[in-house]
C-alpha cells in the first residue's frame, strides 16, 4: 500500500522505515532541511540500534523516499501518518500541538481524493475529535476521515517494538474506513497474531497516557518503597525481586534507581494531568503529581548522597559521572535525571567529568559548561566519587581494580543498582546505592 509519514522524527522515521520493512511504499516528509538531507542518503541524526541499516536499504531499493513536499505527500497517496512531535509547552504542563495543528492544516486543503490520516503522536484525549472537526471544515469536497493509532516503542528497541508490538490500537470514528485500512497495513502483524484492539478515539488517544502514566507510577512506587528502604536499612534490591515474582505485579519496571526521565515519561504523565484538570477530572490524577514529586527527588537525593560520601561538601570535589543518557541504548538527554544531577553537583562547587558511550554530542550541546572526557577510565582520573547514572554495559563490566587505579578516592554510587556491589567491595571501594 501507498502511505506518508508526517513528521521524520524518532517516531516517524522508525515507522516510515518499519513500513517500507512490510512492504508497503512511502513517502516519508520531513521539513527540517538538515535532517531531510541527512535521512534522504539513509543517514539517522541520533542514535537507534538497526534503524540506519533498515533505513538505507529501504531508501536505496526505492521502497522509502523523503521530501519536504506537502503537494507532492497531498499527490502521492490517499493513507496518512501523522507522526510530529508533542513537547510539553514551555512553563505549563500541556501539551504543545502546534506541529499536530500544522500537519493538519498543511496538509488537507491540498487532497483531491478521500483520505484516512492516522494520528501516531502521543495527545491529550478528544484531540482526534477536534482535528477530525478541523479537517472538515478545511477539506474541499473530500472527505477526510482521522483515526487514532498510538505508538507504544521504546527508544532502542524502536524497531523491534514496531515490527513486533505487544498490540496495536485503532480509535476510529464509527462507519469509517480506518478500521479495513488498518487492517490491511497491518495484515503480516495481525496474521502472527497480534492483538487489535479496535476503539473509539478517545479510547486509543487514553491507552497511550494511562499506559505511560502507569509505567511512571511503577518506576515511582518502587523509589518511593527505596526511601523507606533506606530510612529502615532494608534492602530495596531484595523488596523488588521478592514483589516482583508475583504475577499480578512483575518485576519489569521495578528497578529502583535514578528513577525515570527521557522525551516521553515525564511530559506525558504533566500533559496527562493538565488535560484531566480541563476535563473537570484534576483529582482522579492527583496522584501523578506525587509520581512526578518521588521521581525528582531522586534526582535531589543523589546529589545529596553525593556530598555526603564527599565528606559533607562539594566545593573543590572532583566527580565522574558515567552516563548522560536517560537510558542506555539511546543518545537522547532529554530530562535526562544524570544530567540534571550533573548540573545541580556543578552548582554546589564540584568539577564534574562526564562520560557516555553515545550521548557526548547532545549533552555537551545542554550543557556545555561541564567537563567531558572520550573514556569511562579518564573520567574516573582523580575522582573523589565516581557515580553510575546510567547503566551502559560497559560500566557494569568495569573492572572496579582498574578504575581505583585512576580515582583519587574509592567511592562509588550506583544509580542504578547495575554494578556487583560484591565484587567492588572487595576492590576496596565503599559501594553506596
Ligand atoms: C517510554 C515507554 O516505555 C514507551 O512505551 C513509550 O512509547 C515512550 O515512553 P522510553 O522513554 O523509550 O519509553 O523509555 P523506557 O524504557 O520506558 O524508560 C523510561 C525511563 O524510566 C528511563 O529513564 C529509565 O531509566 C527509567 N526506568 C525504567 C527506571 O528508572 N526504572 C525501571 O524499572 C524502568
Redesign the pocket.
Known amino acids: 500500500m501507498r502511505m506518508v509519514v508526517l513528521g521524520l522524527g524518532y517516531l516517524g522515521a522508525t515507522h516510515a522505515a518499519c513500513m517500507a520493512e512490510l512492504g508497503h511504499e512511502v513517502l516519508g516528509i520531513e521539513v527540517v532541511a538538515d535532517k531531510r538531507e541527512l535521512l534522504a542518503k539513509g543517514e539517522v541524526p541520533f542514535y537507534e540500534p538497526g534503524l540506519p541499516e533498515l533505513l538505507e536499504r529501504h531508501i536505496t531499493s526505492g521502497q522509502l523516499r523523503v521530501s519536504g513536499s506537502y503537494s507532492e505527500a497531498a499527490e502521492f497517496a490517499d493513507v496518512f501518518f501523522v507522526a510530529v512531535g508533542t513537547p510539553q509547552k514551555k512553563g505549563e504542563y500541556s501539551a504543545d500541538l502546534k506541529y499536530v495543528d500544522a500537519a493538519i492544516d498543511e496538509l488537507v486543503p491540498l487532497l483531491s481524493r478521500d483520505a484516512v490520516i492516522f494520528g501516531k503522536s502521543t495527545v491529550p484525549v478528544g484531540t482526534a475529535q477536534r482535528l477530525s472537526e478541523r479537517a472538515h471544515a478545511l477539506a474541499d469536497e473530500v472527505d477526510v476521515e482521522i483515526a487514532w493509532n498510538p505508538?507504544?516503542?521504546?527508544?532502542?528497541y524502536a524497531i523491534k517494538d514496531t515490527l513486533h508490538p505487544d498490540r496495536l490500537v485503532l480509535g476510529a470514528f464509527e462507519g469509517g474506513r480506518a478500521e479495513r485500512i488498518a487492517r490491511e497495513i497491518y495484515q503480516t502483524m495481525l496474521n502472527d497474531g497480534t492483538p487489535f484492539i479496535v476503539t473509539d478515539p478517545p479510547s486509543a488517544e487514553l491507552v497511550k497516557t494511562s499506559?505511560?502514566a502507569f509505567?511512571a507510577t511503577k518506576?515511582s512506587f518502587i523509589n518511593a518503597i527505596a526511601e523507606v528502604c533506606d530510612a529502615a536499612g532494608a534492602d530495596i534490591g531484595a523488596v523488588a525481586d521478592a514483589i516482583g515474582y508475583d504475577a499480578r505485579i512483575g518485576r519489569k519496571?521495578?528497578?529502583a534507581?535514578?528513577?525515570?526521565?527521557?522525551?516521553?515519561?515525564p511530559k506525558d504523565i504533566r500533559a496527562f494531568m493538565a488535560r484531566a484538570g480541563e476535563l473537570g477530572a484534576a483529582e482522579a490524577l492527583s496522584f501523578l503529581r506525587e509520581v512526578d514529586n518521588v521521581n525528582m527527588r531522586r534526582r535531589t537525593r543523589m546529589v545529596e548522597l553525593t556530598r555526603e560520601v564527599c565528606g559533607g561538601s562539594l566545593l573543590g570535589a572532583r566527580i565522574a559521572i558515567l552516563g548522560s543518557a536517560?537510558?542506555p541504548e539511546s543518545d537522547d538527554v532529554r530530562d535526562s535525571?544524570a544530567l540534571n544531577v550533573a548540573g545541580q553537583i556543578q552548582l554546589q562547587g564540584a568539577s564534574v567529568t562526564v562520560y557516555d558511550p553515545k550521548a557526548m554530542e547532545n549533552s555537551r550541546r545542554l550543557f556545555p559548561t561541564l567537563d567531558y572526557a572520550p573514556s569511562a577510565l579518564e573520567a574516573c582520573e582523580n575522582a573523589d566519587a565516581v557515580l553510575v547514572l546510567t547503566e551502559w554495559p560497559e560500566f557494569v563490566t568495569l573492572d572496579p581494580r582498574q578504575v581505583a587505579e585512576t580515582t583519587r578516592k574509592r567511592n562509588v554510587i550506583d544509580g542504578r543498582m547495575c554494578l556487583d556491589a560484591d565484587e567492588w567491595s572487595r576492590a576496596g571501594w565503599t559501594y553506596r546505592v
Open positions: 505508538e507504544f516503542l521504546r527508544e532502542g499506559a505511560n509505567l518506576i519496571f521495578l528497578n534507581g535514578l528513577g525515570f526521565g527521557g522525551g516521553c515519561l536517560f537510558k535525571p
